[in-house]
């Protein structure tokens, strides 16, 4: 499959701030030269090689050439004057290729080469860009040393214009990142590895965006639409994410008649269109749950089902909805339908989610009646409506956060946790000691851990 388009706002102006270097190679001036494999063999050398690098993403690059005919590629590459070389998987056989490299240092000398049918090609050589200012203002690796045994990353985001997505290594260091010129209210990493980013363009109050972005770790854009094309036809707000066929499910606005807001869920296919939506309003019970103020979904989930788990934080519930129907399966929380201990009833609760363990986990917020916040699991029998405390783990006063928030199990089996008015991202073991923490210049929504998602 060819490199998908692109053709966003903004990766347009990403191409405008582009600085590309032209490689230039011994004598290599656009005609084809000739090189021998190691079995022998004549292999046309590759033409017009060109990086892409920019301070938009500078911990990554991207290495467009062109081949006479088609043939499978790779490129060996590593920084200058070392001996560790790194090996990008084989692009499929095509004339026209585009390969990304990952794991690079700012403002740093590299040098590659081409690898076609076991052929290497001459040498070639760049210079990465800087990381800008602000990408560093906000989460400064130099003063967060960490160092942890789970072999993956973090991801979290600042949200204010210019904002940026981190990818953070076990050491702590940035690994990747890649700004916008917009607000970012949600960047998510996908089942498929992509990710999905909720961006508005107009800086508006609390999690509501206009534009709905998909690209690749590497930058290609593999979905983009903005409010008022095709089926995006109401404000996304906090939370978005992909289902099991690929399309985009989206937390949005909802207005009955002119005066009663609502939330709901919609569908987009991958040409836009929308072919399922629910609301809250939808709900047989709406009246009784008082919906005459805005439920507040601030999470989505898809489950291991395909059904979708949202966190209604006005409600202080979680709910199961039927992807299909719009029934809802269940209901978790203070006068829900699911049976639980009340010591357990949350309060005003974020990223409600089903854990590796396959239990219910969110971030319990806490209020001003009980100023702290827990971090709590739930084992739900879904045909008896029973729910069975797993985790719960009450955090330092330090670390109460009234607003958003995160909790996630990881595969040690300690917990990850976004204290968002404390700008602190932390991880506690599962008796509940503080083993790091990582602080940033701003609130953080939430802190995901995504394992490993670059190419081999």
């Known amino acids: 499959m060819d490199e998908p388009k692109d053709h966003s706002l903004t990766h347009t102006i990403m191409r405008l701030k582009n600085f590309i270097f032209w490689v230039v190679s011994g004598s290599l001036s656009g005609a084809a030269f000739l090189s021998c494999?190691?079995?022998g063999t004549l292999h046309h050398e590759p033409v017009a090689v060109r990086v892409q690098n920019d301070s938009l993403s500078a911990l990554s690059a991207r290495i467009r050439f062109s081949l006479d005919q088609a043939a499978p590629a790779s490129i060996v590459y590593w920084e200058?004057?070392?001996?560790?070389k790194f090996?990008?998987?084989?692009?499929?056989t095509r004339l026209q290729h585009s390969i990304p490299l990952f794991h690079l240092k700012e403002q740093t000398a590299y040098e590659f080469s081409i690898l076609t049918e076991g052929a290497e090609s001459s040498t070639h050589a760049f210079t990465t860009a800087a990381i800008?200012?602000?990408v560093k203002k906000f989460y400064s690796e130099e003063q967060r040393q960490i160092r942890d045994a789970n072999n993956g990353y973090i991801l979290f985001y600042s949200r204010y214009a210019p904002a940026t997505a981190y990818l953070i290594?076990?050491?702590?260091?940035?690994?990747w990142y890649r700004t916008t010129p917009h607000m970012l209210k949600v960047a998510r990493l996908t089942q498929q590895q992509t990710l999905l980013w909720l961006e508005d363009e107009h800086n508006t109050s609390f999690g509501d965006g206009n534009v709905i972005l998909e690209t690749s770790l590497a930058?290609?854009?593999?979905?983009?639409?903005?409010q008022g094309q095709k089926g995006f036809d109401r404000s996304v707000h906090h939370d978005l994410d992909?289902?099991?066929k690929g399309n985009i499910v989206a937390v949005t606005n909802v207005l009955q008649g002119s005066a009663i807001p609502g939330d709901g869920l919609m569908e987009l296919d991958r040409q836009g269109n929308k072919i399922w939506e629910w609301?809250?309003?939808?709900t047989p019970d709406a009246a009784d749950l008082g919906i005459h103020a805005q439920p507040w979904i601030n999470s989505l989930d898809i489950d291991t089902d395909g059904n979708y788990i949202v966190s209604l934080r006005a409600f202080s519930q979680v709910w199961k909805i039927n992807a299909a129907s719009g029934s809802i399966h269940w209901k978790l929380g203070k006068n829900g339908n699911v049976a639980m201990d009340p010591q357990d009833h949350f309060q005003f609760q974020h990223y409600a989610h089903r854990n590796p363990a396959g239990h219910i986990m969110l971030f319990d917020n806490g209020s001003a009646d009980r100023p702290f916040s827990r971090l709590l699991s739930f084992q739900i029998n879904e045909q008896t409506l029973q729910a069975s405390p797993v985790i719960r783990q009450e955090l330092p006063a330090q670390y109460y956060s009234a607003i958003m928030g995160s909790t996630m199990l990881l595969p040690d089996q300690q917990l990850l946790t976004a204290s968002s008015n404390n700008s602190t991202i932390l991880k506690t073991s599962a008796s509940g000691d503080i083993l790091w923490t990582l602080k940033v210049a701003e609130p953080v929504y939430r802190a995901e851990y995504i394992g490993d998602p670059f190419p081999r």
């Open 279 to 282: 609301t809250t309003f939808d």
């Open 169 to 175: 290594d076990p050491s702590g260091k940035i690994a």
């Open 37 to 39: 494999s190691r079995s």
């Open 87 to 92: 090996n990008t998987p084989e692009n499929s």
């Open 242 to 244: 992909l289902n099991p």
């Open 80 to 84: 200058k004057g070392t001996t560790l």
């Open 132 to 134: 800008p200012a602000h």
């Open 219 to 226: 930058g290609d854009t593999l979905f983009y639409l903005k």
